[in-house]
Structures are given as C-alpha cells and as structure tokens.
C-alpha cells in the first residue's frame, strides 16, 4: 500500500516525528502483547533519530532488537552498523544484552547469514517456512534507491520466501548481510526515515515514478508493504509532488 508521508523543515524536526512514532508502536505492542520487535537500519542519519529513541524511554527490556542489514566487517569496525548503534541506542538506552541480536559481520558471509536466520527463527519461535513479523522496521533510503542491503539490480528484490541472506555489492567491493523482501514487506509497520537532498531524486521515482523495484528497490516496500509511512525533511522531499 503507498506510504504515508510526513514532511518537516528539517532533518532534527523529522527525527523527532518518527522517533515517536516508532515509540508509539514499541509501547502498543508490549501492552499488547508484553514484548516487541524492532529492527533497526544503519546510515549517518540515525545519529539523529537513535538518540530521540533514547530519550523515549522505552521499556527496552521487553524490546527484542534486531538488524536490517550488516556489513561484512567486524563489531567494532567504523563501518559496522552495529558499532553505531551501539553508541548510540544500545549502551545509552541500556538495552539488555540478551536482547541484543546483531549480525556477525566479521564471520564468513554466508555463514552469518545462516547464523543470523537461526537466532531470528529461535527469538520468534517459528516453524517451517514461516516468516517472522517484526512490529517494526526502520528503514533508510540511500541515493540510489537502495534500502536494507538490497542494491539496484539485486536479484534478491525479488525473494519473498528467505529470511535473510549474504549478498556481494559490487560497487562498494563489499559483502554485506541483510533481510530479505519477504520479511521486509509483513511488519506490523514499516518506518523509512529520509533525509538530505541528495535523496531527492531516488525519492520522487519512489513515490512517483514508473513500477521499477531493481532499479529502485525502496519502491518495492513502499508500494508492497503492510503498512509503510515516511518521515523526510524538506531537502529529500523537495522534487515531490
């Protein structure tokens, strides 16, 4: 279903808007249901939103925290999403570590994707060829149109049966491990943060442009997804309609 879109003057307004949001759902469903599942993308925009989430105080201990994608580098690596997070969400909101689930980035590729499928089918107690449903995901959106660690002309956009799976991006020399279609498109909310005009373009052909999800691969979430909304700031929502 086409996303909802929030659109603020700038990227700390926005950061602010969807951090709450999140929030919100983290509360709903841990007096739902007493736990929650999110998982969380890397970029240098969660230097803004990571911090609001801190701030939220959130029951972190009912709080199963998970990653979108992960680069193929050690924990403490400058790239690695998890090293980020870490300072900025994990040590802050003193998240419990046993809730802590990140992708071993520094293992064989396809080994910490096997890995990594394991340890999400035994945290959501899934059968056979079921899909885990996170209450939410964080998304962002790269230039290109990437989101998660799915790159145009990735084969893998058109998956929707695995969990996750190591994928090779040839423009970055880099393996890299990530969530596949298939769980990207079912959480009970789908929450893509966007900033800076440099994302302008891939934005409009997202929202506006022809059904190409391998050449744009957030469009395949934002136009398959359960249930999507979008939090940009001026610079990034300025060639939309």
């Given amino acids: 279903m086409s996303g909802i879109r929030f659109r603020s003057a700038t990227a700390e307004e926005t950061a602010v808007v969807c951090a709450q949001v999140i929030a919100d759902d983290i509360r709903a469903a841990v007096a739902t249901r007493g736990k929650a599942t999110l998982a969380v993308s890397g970029g240098s925009a969660i230097k803004l939103l990571f911090p609001k989430l801190v701030a939220a105080g959130l029951p972190w201990k009912n709080v199963q925290l998970f990653w979108v994608d992960e680069r193929g580098v050690p924990p403490n690596d400058e790239q690695s999403n998890y090293r980020l997070a870490k300072e900025l969400l994990v040590d802050p909101a003193d998240i419990p570590t046993a809730n802590v689930h990140r992708i071993q980035g520094e293992l064989d590729p396809q080994v910490a994707a096997a890995r990594y499928v394991d340890e999400i089918r035994e945290v959501f107690s899934l059968g056979p060829d079921v899909l885990p449903e996170f209450d939410v995901i964080h998304h962002g959106m790269g230039p290109d149109g990437h989101t998660a660690s799915l790159f145009p002309g990735e084969p893998l956009i058109q ?83």
């Fill in 159 to 241: 998956d929707r049966t695995g969990i996750a799976a190591a994928v090779y991006v040839p423009k970055m020399s880099q393996w890299r491990i990530t969530l596949l279609p298939g769980v990207l498109l079912i959480p009970a909310h789908t929450v893509f943060f966007v900033t800076g005009a440099e994302k302008a373009d891939a934005a409009k052909a997202v929202f506006e442009g022809p059904d190409q999800p391998l050449e744009f691969p957030s469009q395949m979430v934002e136009r398959g997804g359960r249930r999507v909304s979008w939090f940009l700031d001026q610079a990034a929502a300025r060639l939309l309609a």
